[in-house]
């Protein structure tokens, strides 16, 4: 397997222009995860699904952050409008979820650098 | 509810030296544990998980973990550091919904 893909990795935007961030997490697992890291913050999770239903949102920043997931294969998460401050490294993750040898384990994609100016 | 303390932001050894990173949890479940480790300019790659059965953990290029429930801790340990160990380290406990709750990361430095 190929692992997590993610696309692209460098993205270069300026401020007000909507951004879309997209994945392609491994065949077979259930469970998609968004993250972002920054060096103030750190690491943190902005979203997850399970079987393509986003279970848990709250670490969405605001309503201009969005994710969706439309078939197991693809997520997205969208920035509109953008702003200097979504600078940061985004993550996607994919896990098993509860096959007992990989007992949640999440796997993760190269991320992509967003520079918003 | 679960959460995970890692003890130094910064840990810095020279190499040949033992490297310890400290980890402590707190779980309301009997824990599912990780150590992942993160390169320059990579996503996060997992060293040793925790999950049941021995308290001791082997995981990759040497490192290893220990379950200590008495002590609510995973403290991750490898007996002599190399230059390619530089990287940042994250401890996490599985919320056992699918959900990892990540530690705030300690960077290793080794020093020649």
């Known amino acids: 397997d190929a692992g997590v893909i993610q696309s692209p990795r460098h993205e270069v935007t300026e401020m007000g222009q909507e951004v879309t961030l997209r994945c392609k997490p491994i065949s077979g697992h259930d469970y998609l995860f968004w993250y972002r890291q920054t060096m103030m913050r750190g690491l943190e999770l902005l979203i997850y699904?399970?079987?393509?239903?986003?279970?848990?949102d709250s670490g969405m920043p605001e309503d201009r952050f969005s994710a969706k997931m439309p078939n197991a294969s693809f997520s997205t998460l969208k920035i509109q409008p953008s702003e200097p401050r979504d600078s940061a490294v985004y993550f996607c993750?994919?896990?098993?979820?509860?096959?007992?040898?990989?007992?949640?384990?999440?796997?993760f994609g190269p991320g992509t650098r967003l520079t918003v100016t | 509810a679960q959460s995970v303390t890692q003890l130094g932001s910064h840990v810095s050894v020279s190499e040949g030296a033992l490297v310890l990173l400290r980890c402590n949890y707190s779980?309301?479940?009997?824990?599912?544990l990780f150590w992942y480790v993160q390169y320059p300019n990579q996503g996060l790659q997992l060293l040793l998980k925790y999950t049941t059965g021995a308290t001791l953990v082997k995981g990759i290029n040497g490192f290893e973990a220990e379950f200590k429930k008495s002590e609510t801790s995973f403290h991750l340990t490898k007996p002599s550091a190399h230059m390619s160990d530089a990287a940042e380290y994250f401890c996490a406990v599985s919320d056992r919904g699918g959900k990892l709750i990540f530690g705030q990361g300690t960077e290793l430095s080794v020093k020649p």
């Open positions: 993750a994919s896990s098993p979820g509860t096959l007992l040898d990989d007992a949640y384990e999440q796997y």
């Open positions: 699904f399970n079987n393509n239903v986003p279970i848990d």
């Open positions: 779980s309301s479940v009997p824990p599912y």
